[in-house]
């Protein structure tokens, strides 16, 4: 049963308009969001993380929105730039074990020039 | 400052054969992960390590063993590979159990025929 769902496989945008991207979590207990973001033949990159003590964190055009009554989370990126275009995995921890995550399927990301 | 060092990046194996996977990290980290990335699955945790001489299993561990006898190092051991094994393999290390994100390997591509 997966507790952390990537429900888009894909998602297209243009470059200068807002990405979002969603992730939904099943696992009560999880208490830290993480969003990696992977380019081909690398590893993922850390991007941005939420506490669940907070429903919204900021990082230059990265912002991510947790709704804890929803189980829901959201990335929004703006503007989209084509070096953005990768696969956006969400992921989730309880307990203070950040070395211990649950991943999503993943999204990949393509903003057009 | 390499980081984390994942040795080799691609490994073809004949089933039954035994293999080891190499991660090495130089940032001094206490944490450290082994995930494997399936098609449509996402990452899934194998074992981890809370420091030196502690280990324990993951989501799925069955068919791989590890040690942490140094800090910097947390080998993956497949002990009679099966082409269920096929899959890339990441491994990842932080430094604190709470505040400090994932940084991971840049991965090993490995095929059992």
């Known amino acids: 049963d997966q507790q952390v769902k990537q429900n888009s496989p894909s998602l297209s945008v243009q470059e200068g308009r807002i990405s979002i991207l969603n992730c939904d979590y099943t696992n009560s207990m999880f208490d830290y969001f993480l969003w990696y973001k992977k380019y081909p033949a690398e590893g993922p990159t850390f991007l941005i993380s939420i506490s669940s003590i907070k429903d919204k964190n900021e990082d230059g055009r990265f912002t991510v929105f947790l709704n804890k009554s929803a189980k829901h989370l959201s990335l929004h990126i703006v503007p989209s730039q084509p070096g953005d275009s990768a696969v956006y995995f969400c992921?989730?921890?309880?307990?203070?074990?950040?070395?211990?995550?649950?991943f999503g399927k993943g999204t990949l990301l393509t903003v057009n020039p | 400052n390499a980081g984390v060092t994942q040795t080799p990046k691609f490994q073809v194996l004949k089933t039954g054969q035994s293999m080891t996977l190499q991660c090495a990290q130089d940032?001094?980290?206490?944490?450290m992960s082994w995930y494997r990335q399936d098609p449509g699955m996402g990452l899934r945790l194998i074992h981890y390590?809370?420091?030196?001489?502690?280990?324990d299993q993951g989501e799925v561990p069955n068919g791989y063993n590890v040690s942490r006898s140094t800090t910097e190092d947390f080998p993956l051991r497949l002990l009679s590979a099966a082409p269920s094994q096929t899959s890339v393999y990441f491994c990842?290390?932080?430094?604190?159990?709470?505040?400090?994100?994932?940084?991971f390997g840049n991965g090993t591509r490995l095929t059992v025929t």
């Open positions: 990842a290390s932080s430094w604190d159990r709470v505040n400090s994100p994932l940084h």
């Open positions: 940032m001094n980290h206490e944490y």
């Open positions: 390590s809370v420091g030196a001489g502690i280990t």
């Open positions: 992921a989730a921890s309880s307990g203070g074990s950040n070395y211990k995550l649950t």
